[in-house]
């Protein structure tokens, strides 16, 4: 394991600056830093054991919804479980941690290997999530909290986001009825190869036609994920925007 206090090597010593300018604040030990930004693909062994990201992503996942849902909790008071879930989906999902990686220039100090399009297309956001779990290894909770409000801060208008969602699911509703059509959401559990937690998948058909579908940790979410991106998908289908 990196020790702290080793003497540096250069490729460190830029790497060590490089994260400050991510993180806000200088890492401890930088050896966490090392495996967050090694991608699955660029997989080392360390004493008999396999190291990349994967583990820390796994970490980093649960300590961003957890900031993120408190943040959202204490911001907007009056705002029921079903807005908060969106919100939080908003912020959390797979394009917009791509999205913050990619400004924040993670990809720039990751290790990969050239691999399928569908592998590499969520590594910037995989490694996000690995970061915030070597903060806390490296930090602990506070500093993960820390660097959480710098990112909302920086990158999100918590007002502006309140108004562009709502609750999707009432909105659709209100569609098929206007319209009287026959509307089926099927919502269950669902465990896939690469994912590390149970996730519920939310799909929609409309008068028995598929239409979209949603996913995410929470069966309310993937309802909402799924309802939303059927409203999009009606709008472009009918080439008008309905007021719904």
């Not at 993937?222 to 008008?240: F, G, H, M």
């Amino acid at each position: 394991m990196f020790c702290p206090f080793s003497k540096k090597s250069e490729t460190d010593k830029i790497l060590v600056k490089n994260l400050i300018a991510v993180l806000g604040f200088k890492p401890k030990n930088l050896f966490y830093y090392k495996q967050a930004l090694r991608h699955a693909s660029a997989i080392c062994i360390t004493n008999n054991r396999q190291s990349s990201n994967e583990r820390l992503e796994f970490v980093g996942d649960a300590i961003i919804s957890a900031i993120v849902s408190d943040i959202l909790f204490n911001y907007f008071p009056k705002a029921d479980e079903g807005r908060l879930s969106i919100l939080r989906a908003t912020i959390v999902n797979r394009k917009t941690l791509n999205q913050l990686a990619k400004e924040l220039k993670i990809p720039e100090l990751m290790i990969f290997k050239s691999s399928s399009a569908n592998k590499m297309k969520n590594m910037g956001g995989n490694s996000f999530e690995a970061i915030v779990g070597a903060i806390y290894y490296d930090r602990g909770y506070a500093y993960c909290i820390k660097f959480m409000h710098k990112i909302i801060n920086q990158y999100f208008d918590l007002n502006t986001l309140i108004k562009q969602n709502t609750d999707y699911k009432s909105r659709l509703l209100q569609y098929v009825q206007k319209h009287k059509l026959e509307l089926l959401i099927d919502t269950c559990e669902n465990v896939e190869r690469n994912e590390k937690n149970q996730h519920f998948v939310s799909e929609i058909c409309i008068d028995n036609k598929y239409i979209a579908a949603g996913k995410a940790w929470s069966k309310k979410e993937a309802e909402q994920i799924a309802a939303k991106n059927t409203l999009s998908k009606i709008n472009l289908d009918n080439k008008e925007k309905y007021k719904i």
